[in-house]
């Protein structure tokens, strides 16, 4: 039966760099998707995507063509894999209840007197991209949620500021983008090769 189809779902397109032999894999139903367990994943364990964001999904791809200690798969080709994605039960960074919920995970790990890890710059970049706190503090709030038998979060969605300023005294930078993490892969409702517009016609 399709039980994953059963309810009325809200979907988003999500996008993931990768190679080329992945894509037709998944898209060929021969092979999925497997989460990322990195202690430096900034939204936590699970499979990323970017929303609505194909060429920053195939800059990354290209990214770990050219360093490949950043992946343990080898990228030959860049790639991007499309994904149909039901949002389901997010921990939405959007959302204030959702912020404070991430700040209580915060002040929970603080009080146990662990000495907690930082979050770090990459590839002499200015941004923070190994998330080694943020990780733990999400980790911890599922670990939390397990444990005092509260729903588990299907979804984890944020923003990112990343790069240089977009002009001189701008609030916005060259690389923002918002990414989802899928913890639930059930949340995945379908995969895509992503098509190139026909000049023919107006995108809707």
């Known amino acids: 039966m399709y039980t994953m189809y059963s309810s009325l779902p809200n979907f988003v397109l999500g996008f993931h760099g990768c190679d080329?032999?992945?894509?037709?894999?998944?898209?060929a139903g021969k092979d999925r998707l497997t989460q990322s367990e990195n202690d430096y994943d900034w939204l936590g364990h699970g499979i990323y995507f970017w929303e609505n964001n194909p060429?920053?999904?195939?800059?990354?791809?290209?990214?770990?063509?050219?360093?490949?200690k950043r992946t343990l798969g080898k990228v030959n080709t860049p790639a991007v894999l499309g994904?149909?994605?039901?949002?389901?039960?997010?921990?939405?960074?959007?959302?204030?209840?959702?912020?404070?919920?991430?700040?209580?995970?915060y002040e929970l790990l603080c009080s146990s007197k662990m000495e907690l890890p930082e979050n770090k710059p990459a590839n002499k970049s200015a941004d923070l991209l190994l998330r080694y706190l943020d990780c733990l503090v999400i980790e911890t709030l599922h670990s939390y949620n397990a444990d005092n038998n509260y729903r588990d979060y299907d979804t984890v969605r944020s923003g990112f500021n990343e790069g240089k300023d977009l002009y001189p005294n701008s609030g916005f930078?060259?690389?923002?983008?918002?990414?989802?993490?899928?913890?639930?892969?059930?949340?995945?409702?379908?995969?895509?090769?992503?098509?190139?517009?026909?000049?023919?016609?107006r995108v809707p």
Not at 55 to 68: D, F, I, V
Not at 86 to 101: N, P, Q, R, V, W
Not at 173 to 188: A, D, F, M, T
């Open 20 to 27: 080329l032999e992945i894509v037709n894999n998944v898209v």
């Open 55 to 68: 060429q920053r999904a195939l800059e990354y791809a290209t990214t770990l063509k050219e360093n490949p």
């Open 173 to 201: 930078k060259e690389k923002n983008h918002i990414q989802i993490c899928v913890r639930n892969p059930n949340c995945i409702k379908g995969y895509f090769i992503p098509l190139m517009a026909d000049d023919e016609y």
């Open 83 to 105: 994904a149909i994605i039901d949002l389901g039960y997010c921990l939405d960074l959007f959302e204030a209840s959702s912020l404070i919920l991430v700040k209580k995970s």
